[in-house]
């Protein structure tokens, strides 16, 4: 059923991985779009570090300490995987080499350097789901919010990504937030905050 939260209150934290789980309609997507400061329709107060993170409607906050990953945003289809990755590296100044170079590390990390240069249209749904994530890490944000990240993914797969958002988490301290259906996510998650049982 649709969840509406009345009465909502959820601290997460550095140098762990949080699963949100629920079923489908129970305001996983809204809670990430609140998260990620898209989306201020809400009485209330996201805060990082002590400090809203709608104070400039959420610019600085996108752009300075998050790496997103969403369903809902697709991939640029005139672009390579790996110039999408490079993409958000290119928007903050970095040179072109720079950018590429880093995209291949981080498609190399994701075991995805083998599509370096194929055009999205081509990449199938587990495939454009990788380049998803890296275009998400590529920044080494401090808070990393991905949306159901292992759900078109076979399950040796989705252990791979799971074991690499572990090494990611010991290597930068990141704040993890997943949204997710799969209970292997959430066996390997440090907190899990199950949407079902929030006061709506």
Sequence with gaps: SK????????QFVSNQIHSVIGPSGCGKSTLIRIMSGLDGSFEGEVAW??????????????K???????????LFSSLSAKDNIALPL????????????????????????????????????GEK????????????PKILILDEPTANLDSETEMFIINQLL??????????????????????????????RVRC
């Design 3 to 10: 969840c509406v939260f009345s009465s909502f209150n959820q």
């Design 129 to 140: 789901q990788r380049v998803a994530i890296a275009t998400a890490m590529i920044r080494t």
């Design 64 to 74: 300075e300490i998050l790496g997103l990953q969403m369903q809902s945003a697709p």
């Design 90 to 125: 290119l928007l903050l100044g970095k040179s072109l080499p720079e950018s590429q170079n880093k995209a291949i590390k981080a498609m190399e990390y994701l075991n995805i350097s083998h599509l370096a240069d194929v055009g999205v249209l081509q990449l199938s749904g």
């Design 167 to 196: 090494q990611y988490k010991s290597a930068t301290k990141a704040c993890i937030i997943i949204a997710t259906h799969s209970r292997t996510v959430a066996k390997y998650s440090d907190t899990v905050l199950d949407l079902r």
């Design 49 to 62: 570090n002590g400090k809203s993170i709608y104070s400039d409607g959420g610019t600085s906050f996108r």
